[in-house]
């Protein structure tokens, strides 16, 4: 099968579940908060991944998927290298975007707003929680930069652990961001491609939601 025939198999209709404006909840993070449980009830694997897109200061946006690791009223938790290119892109243009994806439910979250930086003691809390090995890894990984092969990122493990052993600090360059958002899009798709979506917009201090065209 050509290349040209394989998309043409790859065709999928929409059309199990509805998004109307009578069942919607009117502030956002509480519709987030139902379609994320929703999610989790299924089962889906790596729920919580998200695509986290930046801009770097000559307009040029990256994108790569990160873990929601909290969230609440005031924004979507994640952590991360704060000298990856994330990081830099972060320090120079706060303005980010998030997009969630869970197929199974045909449904999709965009999510956009301001990214402000984690406190020391809430990284400090989450960075202790991690497993030794996920610690050791954020400790050692220079995230973003080229390094000359796998053994040296394994040496760099290894020599870290000889010195370090298991406890120690959080190093000061990694931890968590929280985005703040003032936009939502909540989509779901539906029959041929009529799909329904509506945006939540922050006017006049109020979060107030409309129906966009698909
Ligand atoms: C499922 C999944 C989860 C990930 N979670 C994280 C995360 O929580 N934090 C993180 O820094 N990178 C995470 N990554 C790796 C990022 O996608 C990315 O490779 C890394 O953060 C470097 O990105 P940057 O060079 O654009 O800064 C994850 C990747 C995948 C595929």
Redesign the pocket.
Request: glycine content about 4%.
């Given at each position: 099968m050509t290349m040209k025939e394989e998309f043409k198999r790859i065709r999928h209709e929409y059309g199990k579940k509805e998004l109307l404006e009578s069942d919607i909840n009117s502030n956002p993070f509480e519709q987030f908060k139902i379609w994320f449980s929703e999610a989790v009830e299924q089962n889906l694997p790596?729920v919580n991944?998200m695509c986290?897109s930046?801009v770097s200061s000559n307009g040029r946006p990256?994108?790569?998927?990160?873990?929601?690791?909290e969230f609440d009223e005031n924004g979507f938790c994640?952590?991360?290298?704060y000298n990856?290119?994330?990081?830099?892109?972060l320090e120079n243009n706060p303005f980010a975007s998030l997009v969630f994806f869970w197929p199974e439910l045909e449904r999709q979250i965009r999510i956009e707003g301001k990214i402000e930086m984690l406190n020391a003691k809430k990284s400090d809390t989450y960075f202790n929680e991690r497993p030794v090995g996920s610690r050791t890894a954020?400790a050692i990984s220079p995230?973003?930069k080229v390094i000359a092969n796998r053994d040296e990122l394994d040496k760099m493990v290894m020599e870290f652990i000889e010195k370090h052993g298991e406890n120690f600090a959080r190093p000061d360059f990694w931890g968590g961001y929280k985005l703040v958002p003032d936009l939502f899009e909540f989509w779901q798709g539906r029959k041929n491609r009529l799909n329904d979506r509506i945006e939540y917009k922050i006017e006049k201090n109020s979060w107030i939601h409309r129906r966009l065209a698909p």
């Open positions: 790596d991944a986290l930046t990256s994108s790569r998927i990160l873990l929601l690791k994640f952590f991360t290298n990856s290119k994330k990081g830099k892109e954020a995230q973003s």
